[in-house]
Nanobody, 124 residues
Framework: QVQLVESGGGLVQAGGSLRLSCVAS????????MGWFRQAPGKEREFVGV????????LYADSVKGRFTISRDNSKNTVYLQMNSLKSEDTALYYC?????????????????WGQGTQVTVSS
């Protein structure tokens, strides 16, 4: 099993930037596709993006494309979510998740392991 811990959330003004980190322990991160999801108050959890195991290939939700970037450092067992040009609608609890099967998934059911989340609040 892999354990995931997110960090880096906080309060930021609209137009600002934040970088979230997700550190894995228990197993090497290189074994997993790593996804980011978010859940705003009163809404369902939604897909943000995902990065492949061994490469920098990524897939993003349309709502964040061009503003958010996922990267990974397998030597540090860490995945990052760089968020630029933040909007008030980006306010949510952000989760990282690990997927062992091959292939991208935008469905939270495709991920077996989850962190506890880190709160991002964007003030307008």
């Amino acid at each position: 099993q892999v354990q995931l811990v997110e960090s880096g959330g906080g309060l930021v003004q609209a137009g600002g930037s934040l970088r979230l980190s997700c550190v894995a322990s228990g197993r090497a991160l290189i074994s997993y596709y790593m996804g980011w999801f978010r859940q705003a108050p009163g809404k369902e959890r939604e897909f943000v993006g995902v990065i492949r195991r061994n490469s920098g290939s990524t897939l993003y939700a349309d709502s964040v494309k061009g503003r958010f970037t996922i990267s990974r450092d397998n030597s540090k067992n860490t995945v990052y979510l760089q968020m630029n040009s933040l909007k008030s609608e980006d306010t949510a609890l952000y989760y990282c998740a690990a997927r062992s099967q091959l292939g991208y998934s935008q469905d939270e059911d495709g991920y077996a392991y989850w962190g506890q989340g880190t709160q991002v609040t964007v003030s307008s």
